[in-house]
């Protein structure tokens, strides 16, 4: 013990001494940012003072749009799997796993976490949990670069046609991907039989040894086949969670200026955000989000008070409002299944 308190001793000055230098820097930096934007900032608390209702009335019904969008994704991934769970039970999970992802320190580890037991407990198995979980992640990446593609084509930036060509090939081949995978559960019994003999041939077992558990895994998957009629609906409603954040963000900007915008210029602007935000280095993206969405707005034009007082409303609706419902909404659900004896 003592040994450990003197090694420690020469190591954790260090570690704070470069956690003091760091906290000063970055204080340093937000006061000379302070100093230099004051006039911007100033102008744009002045806009944040009365913002139009209706406008800000529409931003709101798009965000509740977006939360209601992902669940019913979510929904019809589970419902492609033979599980049909209310759109109620998905919202509450929607609101509560995004609510852990960005407050949270390492938050995504958390959400998925959460994501999968409840997922469990709505009566899937592990399987298909993770296949929907994954899948989720995989439609929701793709709606946000086809997203970023039609903003870039609409707003005229010289977007080559073989760029596009390239995205939507992409995309056909992600989903028959898909659906050879969740089809194609029969037609690799062959292949897993020899995979298990030769595993089992390294381990000295018999050659058929957990084929049956293997098995069963392959028609857990089998269960999860994702059908025209849900993939199609799914890859809607994930196109929908992204558009109807970027019109969130729209409205906010009508809410503080009546001067003409470009939509499409918003739109790329909004996407380089949400790409921005993909970095969790802070929690909930704040002042990486924040930073590149009025970075973007001035570069389409939007004078920089406004920009900061549209992207202020978004923010205070998108993550201040949502994140807030979330957290109730999981303290909801975590008393009623301790009320019912399950672990939450």
């Known amino acids: 013990m003592v040994g450990q308190d003197a090694v420690g001793g020469s190591v954790h000055p260090g570690r704070r001494r470069l956690k003091q230098v760091a906290i000063a820097a970055v204080l340093v930096l937000f ?24 406008p800000l009335v529409f931003a709101l019904l798009a965000e509740l749009g977006v939360m209601g969008a992902y669940a019913r994704m979510q929904r019809h991934l589970l419902r492609s799997a033979g599980l049909t769970v209310s759109v109620r039970r998905h919202l509450a999970l929607a609101y509560a796993a995004h609510s852990l992802s960005v407050t949270l320190p390492g938050g995504t580890a958390f959400s998925t976490r959460y994501n999968y037991r409840q997922l469990m407990r709505f009566g899937a198995t592990p399987v298909v ?35 596009l060509v390239g995205l939507g090939i992409a995309l056909v081949l992600v989903v028959v991907g898909l659906r050879y995978v969740a089809h194609g559960t029969d037609r690799l019994d062959r292949a897993t039989r020899a995979a298990v003999a030769a595993v089992n041939r390294v381990r000295r077992k018999p050659p058929t040894q957990d084929l049956e558990r293997v098995r069963d895994l392959e028609s857990q998957l089998g269960a999860a086949r994702l059908t025209p009629g849900h993939g199609a609906a799914a ?21 503080v200026t009546d001067l003409p915008v470009n939509p499409a210029q918003v739109l790329l602007a909004y996407c380089a955000g949400m790409a921005a935000g993909s970095i969790t280095i802070i929690p ?3 002042g990486i989000i924040d930073s590149a969405l009025v970075l973007g707005l001035v570069t389409a034009g939007i004078a920089a008070p406004t920009a900061i007082a549209a992207v202020v409303l978004y923010r205070i609706i998108s993550f201040g409002f949502v994140i807030g419902a979330g957290w109730i909404v999981w303290l909801l659900v975590r008393r009623h299944v301790a009320r019912d004896g399950g672990d939450p």
């Open 129 to 163: 949990a993770a296949w929907c979980i994954a899948l989720s992640g995989i439609l929701s990446a793709t709606a946000l670069a086809v997203v970023t593609a039609v903003g870039a084509f609409t707003a005229g930036d010289g977007v080559q046609w073989r760029s």
């Open 235 to 255: 890859a809607v409603f994930a196109l929908l969670n992204w558009g109807l954040d970027a019109l969130c963000l729209w409205m906010c900007i009508r809410a």
């Open 284 to 286: 909930g993206g704040l």
């Open 31 to 54: 006061v000379v940012e302070l100093v230099l934007g004051w006039s911007s900032l100033s102008k744009a608390f002045a806009q944040l003072r009365a913002p139009r209702v209706e």
